[in-house]
Structures are given as structure tokens and as C-alpha cells.
């Protein structure tokens, strides 16, 4: 279910730092002095002009969380009325994520690149089964999700320009998406200017809880005595995004960077089997306004303590029109051991307010015009830590020359509405 990949993801980015349908912090197999994408090589370096495969990227993680209130049961403990607990949220998730980069040089010797992905998901969920009253809903789930970018990079002042392209899908969310980017650097190479415009246009299945289905569109009956899957409708939602970035070289220690998005959506903005339990008892099915418009503004910050330490800051401010608000501060410092192997411990304080439209179990009016009871709107705090391990020696990892890069990174998520979570992730860089 949607909800469940959007809860990884927030987890995982830093874990894995490689997926999420809206990519960002991204700093994984980026060299240590960088603070944008991974560094371009010199174009004068790639004589022949012939496509040729210069990088293959491996990602798997597994994500494990404990939680206590379902969207699904609208927070509701006993939802069958026998005093069974069916309020449970936990989930886990196996990702796996492939990635290949192909490069060339056109007639001018831009150099061009062209990134495929291709990532798989498989889940399950306790929750999920209480779309049916009964507890019988199926309890695992799947996504596929492809990407495909290309990129040109200027051979005389560095500024690039690119395109890309997105597929998500799983059995009640397909989402398609599309983006174009690029950047410019300052006379003397010291700062660059990023942007990326994206659109993505998804369908929201509409399954709704068992007891609200009209019985006439229950199943659908092909004839012959075989019933098969269920007659569900589709909604729209389109989601919006410009995103900035201005990085500067300060000094040969210091490097910083500015960043900022604007995001906003239309259409069917909630799930329609997020139950809600009204105060005088009765359920009905999650909802919320059409539209949502998004703000967040960050700043990232880079700074050499010797030759083999580096700290890694960061700071997000959110606001939102649905009443919003959040801090997000970040902390990671990379010790290079070796010469070809670190060790990065990091941890990461998050804390918002309430949006205006959410209230747990029985906390909502009849009269209310909007409602939630889905604790991603609540007021919390969570705190993320972790570390990773990383070897990239001169003669490959383990002796193989093709295995550039090797990197394990551990995370334990705690938030303050009963929820808990690790995530441990594996990824391997091939030239």
C-alpha cells in the first residue's frame, strides 16, 4: 500500500541514500568533497566517442518497524469489537534497486550520460489486513519502479542539462513521471546553480473497507460460476515540483549549499481505506482537501576537520497549507580509517506539528469537514542514528577489480506515536 512506502523511504534515504519517488539527500558514492551529484570526470579523459557501460550500482535493504496506530483501522484497537488488537502497523519491506550508467561523447565532446534504474519491493503489513473488517485482506504487496535519465554535460563551462522519466506501481497506486534539470557554474568553477522541474501523475485505486462496499460491485462475475478480482475505480493526483540548489566552495575546507522546493498537488490526496471512528462511534472513510501546497528549505554544510575527518550538517524548515510545520536537523561525520576505508555515524532529530485536519480514534466531530486519522499528520518527534561502513581500495573489494565500492549502512528510527524501526542496507559500486 502507498502509505507503507512512503513511511520506508523517509527512513530509508538516508540509509541507502540511492531511491524514493522524490529523490533528495542524497550523498551516497559521492566523493567526500562534493556536495551536488557525483563529481563528472574531466570530458578529456574519454577519447573514444562509443557508448561504453561506465558504472553499475547494487542497492538491497531491509526495513523492519513496530507501530501501534493503524490508518487502516482508523487507530481503532479493536475494530472487531471482541477485544482482539487489530491496531497494529508493523511492516516489513525487502528493496532491491539496479542501476546502470552509460557514457559517450557526442561531436562537440559533451560528455553524455544515460542512467537506467530498475528497483523491486516486496512488503507486508499487519494493518492490510483489516481492509476487510474481518481481518482477511491479503497482507503482502509489491512495487515496481523504473527510471530513466540522460544527461549532457557542457565540455567548455561544465553546466549540464538533462531529462528523465519515472514508473511506480503496485496493486493500488501507479504513478508516471517526468522531469527536466540542470545546472550552471559560477566564472571561476566555485558555486553552480542547480533546478529541476518535475511532474508525476498517479492513479489512486479506490479500495475502500469491506463494510462499505455496495454488494453489486463486490466482485465482478465472468461467467460459468468464476469470480474474479474486484470492479475498483481510479482517481487522479498530480504532484508538482521545482526544485533549487546554489552550492558554494567557501574555502578549501568549508562548502555549502542552499536548497529549496516548491511543491504542489491536486486531486485525491488521502487513501480511501484509512478508516475514521467519529466521536459518537460511527466510521466512515478518510478525507481531505483536494489541493496541497508544500515549502521546505534547507541547508547543507561541509567542513574538512583534517585530513581524515569530515562533518556533514544539515537543516530543513517545512510549512505547509494544511497547518504543518517541521524541523529537520542532521549530523554525519566520516572517518576515514584508511585511505580506502570509513566509518560514518550519524544521527538525524525530526519533530512537526499536527496538521489541522488530523485527530486519533474518536476525536473527530460528525460536523468536521475534513478528517484523518493517520498518524504521518500527527505531532511527534523521531530521531534517526545509525552508522555506515565504506572500502573502496585501489584493487577493488576483495581482491576484484570490478567491485569499486563497497558500503553497509545500519538505522534505528524512534518516534514519539509508539512507533520503532531499523533499516539495514548493502550497496556495491561496479566499473
Known amino acids: 500500500m502507498k502509505k507503507i512506502y512512503l513511511s520506508f523511504i523517509g527512513f530509508s534515504l538516508i540509509c541507502r541514500q540511492a531511491y524514493s519517488q522524490i529523490k533528495q539527500d542524497s550523498s551516497r558514492n559521492k566523493p567526500a568533497v562534493s556536495l551536488n551529484a557525483t563529481a563528472s570526470k574531466d570530458s ?29 483501522t482508523g487507530d481503532n ?37 544515460l542512467s537506467a534504474g530498475i528497483g523491486f519491493d516486496y512488503h507486508t503489513a499487519a494493518s492490510q489486513a483489516y481492509v476487510s473488517n474481518t481481518g482477511a ?33 503496485e496493486f493500488n497506486y501507479h504513478s508516471l513521471g517526468a522531469d527536466a534539470h540542470f545546472s550552471v557554474k559560477t566564472d571561476n568553477k566555485m558555486g553552480e546553480f542547480s533546478a529541476k522541474l518535475q511532474g508525476y501523475f498517479d492513479k489512486v485505486t479506490l479500495i475502500i473497507p469491506s463494510e462499505f462496499e455496495p454488494p453489486s460491485t463486490q466482485v465482478i462475475d465472468f461467467g460459468s460460476g468464476h469470480r474474479g478480482k474486484r470492479n475498483y475505480g481510479s482517481s487522479p493526483r498530480n504532484t508538482y515540483t521545482a526544485s533549487f540548489s546554489y552550492s558554494q566552495i567557501i574555502n578549501s575546507r568549508l562548502q555549502i ?55 556533514r550538517s544539515y537543516y530543513r524548515y517545512y510549512i505547509d497549507n494544511w497547518g504543518t510545520k517541521a ?22 532529530y525530526y519533530s512537526q506539528s499536527a496538521a489541522k485536519y488530523f485527530a486519533p480514534f474518536e476525536g473527530h466531530s460528525p460536523t468536521d469537514e475534513y478528517y484523518t486519522s493517520n498518524y504521518e499528520y500527527a505531532q511527534f518527534q523521531a530521531g534517526f542514528y545509525g552508522v555506515g561502513f565504506r572500502i573502496a581500495p585501489p584493487t577493488g573489494v576483495f581482491g576484484w577489480q570490478g567491485l569499486h565500492e563497497l558500503e553497509i549502512r545500519y538505522g534505528h528510527y524512534t518516534q514519539t506515536t509508539d512507533l520503532v524501526s531499523d533499516v539495514i542496507s548493502v550497496s556495491m559500486g561496479f566499473k
Do not use: C
Request: aromatic letters at 14%.
Open 327 to 348: 524541523n529537520t536537523a542532521g549530523l554525519e561525520v566520516a572517518y576515514k580509517i584508511t585511505p580506502f576505508f570509513s566509518i560514518s555515524p550519524f544521527y538525524r
Open 137 to 169: 485482506s491479503k497482507t503482502t504487496g509489491t512495487r515496481v519502479y523504473p527510471s530513466l535519465d540522460w544527461t549532457v554535460e557542457n565540455a567548455k563551462n561544465g553546466s549540464t542539462f538533462g531529462i528523465g522519466a519515472y514508473y511506480s506501481g
Open 77 to 113: 484497537p479493536n475494530l472487531l469489537g471482541n477485544g482482539i488488537n487489530t491496531n497494529s502497523a508493523n511492516v516489513t519491506d525487502f528493496a532491491n534497486g539496479l542501476d546502470l550508467k552509460l557514457v559517450w561523447l557526442d561531436k562537440a565532446l559533451n560528455k553524455n550520460t
Open 257 to 311: 549549499m542552499f536548497l529549496g522546493d516548491v511543491v504542489e498537488q491536486k486531486g485525491y490526496l488521502g487513501l480511501p481505506f484509512h478508516r475514521v471512528f467519529f466521536s459518537n462511534g460511527k466510521d466512515t472513510i478518510e478525507k481531505l482537501p483536494s489541493s496541497r501546497f508544500k515549502l521546505p528549505l534547507g541547508f547543507r554544510a561541509n567542513y574538512f576537520l583534517g585530513d581524515n575527518i569530515i562533518l
Open 44 to 72: 578529456s579523459v574519454y577519447n573514444p566517442r562509443a557508448l561504453k557501460l561506465d558504472e553499475i550500482n547494487l542497492v538491497s535493504s531491509y526495513y523492519n518497524q513496530v507501530a501501534n496506530h493503524s490508518s487502516i
